[in-house]
């Protein structure tokens, strides 16, 4: 997904099938996962270097991206965090604790978002 376009995909490749909201607007960005319980899959800010969980209701898994979109990082923030941004981050995953583990994402790893259908 290289559009600037809100929207919905799915992460492949390291797990195959997990349903991706794609944040790309600012306001979109500016939203997050703030007011909601939970995310059945995750959620992708595009372009981001860092993320806060200021406003959040649950602990979240953060990873951070390259333009490439390989995992640099991957962090658990509990709620009312601030995350250091990262330099060479170009996008950010969140999904709910625990989620990136199953999923087997780690640094090194290459993310790959596809529209949905595709």
Known sequence: ??????????????????????????????????????????????????VHTFGMRFAIDVAYLDREFRVLAVRTMRPGRLGRPRVRARHVLEAEAGAMARWGLRPGVRVEVRAEGS
């Open 1 to 50: 997904m290289g559009s600037r376009v809100d929207g919905r995909g799915v992460l492949a490749g390291v797990a195959d099938g997990v349903p991706v909201e794609v944040a790309a607007s600012y306001r979109a960005r500016t939203r997050g996962l703030l007011g909601r319980d939970g995310i059945a899959g995750a959620l992708l800010l595009t372009p981001a270097s860092g």
